[in-house]
């Protein structure tokens, strides 16, 4: 469950554009407050993304996009939730300020039609907007996670891949019942670019990790001597053979 929800036939879809860096939303016009805010998003979502180039780990990645987002509010709360690889289940990515012993109880739930928010969103595929967790029937077997610690409204939109597969779910919690706004939904669809760009980096390096390991123990195995030429540099490379 990765607790969340939104109501009966409340799940609106956050707007999406093909670009992976957004210019982040501004308020009124261009007023210098707007000003400052955006060049603060933008140099943060820059900085996330020269990590993800530089080989940061996923972990930190998605730490820093949940904290940027909410460097736009002191009374909101982000958190990110993996799907797991079974395609059922949602894992923790990120989430450094919502109390660890919630994060560790929605750790590992299962999706569904009716699993909190995220839980829901991953299932349906599409945002899940629950304005308060206290009514909203998609809470009803997650509240008593949530109320403990006074969470009470939670709006989560699913992260995809560029297939359109979902990686995984972006969430804000606020402490009190709140809908969303327009300047919500475009932070919400840079933080989801943002990490989606992180996941996918980071899991294409992972498994050419596993595949040249696999490819040097297989070179080490057999008594021929491998040879692999690379054209675009001009380098040569042999086992050890």
Same mark, same amino acid.
């Given at each position: ?33 707007a000003e400052r805010r955006a060049t603060r %998003? ?34 909101? %709360?982000?958190?990110? +939730? +993996? ?51 206290? !009514?909203?029937p998609l809470w009803d077997g997650y509240r ?6 006074? %969470? ?41 670019? !943002? ?8 899991? !294409?390096?992972?498994? +050419? ?33």
């Open positions: 469950m990765s607790g969340d929800g939104c109501g009966p036939g409340s799940g609106a879809r956050i707007p999406g554009s093909p670009a992976p860096v957004h210019r982040p939303p501004t308020v009124n016009a261009r007023t210098p407050d %998003l933008l140099v943060g979502q820059k900085n996330i993304l020269e990590g993800i180039v530089a080989g940061r780990p996923l972990p930190e990645l998605l730490e820093d996009i949940c904290r940027l987002v909410e460097s736009e509010s002191d009374h909101m %709360l982000c958190s990110v +939730l +993996l799907l797991d690889e079974d395609g059922k289940h949602v894992r923790h990515g990120a989430a450094p300020g919502l109390p660890p012993a919630f994060v560790q109880a929605i750790d590992g739930a299962a999706i569904g039609p009716n699993a909190g928010s995220c839980g829901t969103a991953a299932w349906r595929g599409k945002a899940v907007i629950v304005e308060n967790i206290a !009514t909203d008593q996670l949530a109320a403990p610690y006074g %969470l009470r409204a939670c709006w989560s939109t699913p992260i995809f891949d560029p297939a359109r597969r979902v990686l995984g779910t972006f969430a804000i919690y606020y402490r009190e019942p709140r809908g969303l706004a327009p300047e919500h939904a475009a932070l919400i669809e840079m933080a989801t670019q !943002t990490a989606a760009i992180a996941i996918e980096h980071c899991r !294409t390096s992972e498994k +050419l990790r596993i595949s040249n390991e696999r490819f040097l123990l297989a070179s080490r195995a057999t008594n021929d001597v491998v040879w692999d030429w690379d054209f675009a540099r001009n380098t040569l490379w042999w086992s050890e053979n």
